[in-house]
């Protein structure tokens, strides 16, 4: 039998975890995922805009058979909707930062998620046992930190979604 995991999404200051495998991870000026319109990314007159940040983890719910680990992350092509104007940025962090206005100024480390696809993936954890019960997050899990850069000259309203995957392997 194979593990049942979630991806979590983290929000508020004493952080709240939330499934998001089944839905979208909104990014926009807000700490929600709330699918609505409200507190959208201005699209700056010059330079570089940014959304406020996401912080996901990997979660085994249930179905453990020993370990987990050696966890991957990688993203599908850009949608067309998104060239040259749209950028999804990522980075590991260690530590939980609730996000917040802070995070429009771009948030530290990140990197264009363009360069981690499923040849050539990110590396969130090489411990083969990263995750070894049932109801966990396992020990040495980083926060994979996303957030979406928009450029001056992006046309205006809801763009595509991009579709980003984890891999495992799993004993």
Same mark, same amino acid.
């Given at each position: 039998?194979?593990?049942?995991?979630? *991806?979590?999404?983290?929000?508020?200051?004493?952080?709240?975890?939330?499934?998001?495998?089944?839905?979208?991870?909104?990014?926009?000026?807000?700490?929600?995922?709330?699918?609505?319109?409200?507190?959208?990314?201005?699209?700056?007159?010059?330079? *570089?805009?940014?959304?406020?940040?996401?912080?996901?983890?990997?979660?085994?719910?249930?179905?453990?058979? !020993?370990?987990? #680990?050696?966890?991957?992350?990688? *993203? $599908? /092509?850009?949608?067309?909707?998104?060239?040259?104007?749209?950028?999804?940025?990522?980075?590991?962090?260690?530590?939980?930062?609730?996000? !917040? %206005? %802070?995070?429009?100024?771009?948030?530290?480390?990140?990197?264009?998620?363009?360069?981690?696809? !499923?040849? !050539?993936?990110?590396?969130?954890?090489?411990? $083969?046992?990263?995750?070894?019960?049932? $109801?966990?997050?396992?020990?040495?899990?980083?926060?994979?930190?996303?957030?979406?850069?928009?450029? /001056?000259?992006?046309?205006? #309203?809801?763009?595509?979604?991009?579709?980003?995957?984890?891999?495992?392997?799993? *004993?």
């Amino acid at each position: 039998m194979s593990a049942s995991v979630q *991806v979590h999404v983290f929000h508020g200051a004493t952080p709240v975890a939330t499934d998001i495998r089944d839905t979208e991870a909104r990014f926009k000026l807000s700490d929600d995922d709330a699918a609505d319109l409200g507190h959208p990314v201005p699209i700056p007159s010059s330079g *570089v805009g940014y959304s406020w940040r996401k912080s996901v983890k990997l979660y085994c719910v249930s179905g453990l058979g !020993s370990q987990l #680990g050696n966890l991957r992350y990688f *993203v $599908a /092509a850009a949608p067309s909707d998104w060239a040259g104007t749209v950028s999804l940025l990522v980075g590991l962090k260690s530590t939980y930062t609730q996000a !917040s %206005a %802070a995070d429009e100024d771009g948030v530290a480390g990140l990197a264009n998620a363009d360069l981690y696809t !499923s040849s !050539s993936p990110l590396t969130v954890s090489t411990n $083969a046992a990263l995750i070894t019960s049932n $109801a966990s997050y396992g020990s040495g899990q980083d926060y994979l930190v996303s957030q979406v850069a928009i450029a /001056a000259g992006s046309t205006p #309203g809801v763009k595509t979604a991009r579709t980003a995957s984890f891999r495992y392997d799993e *004993v």
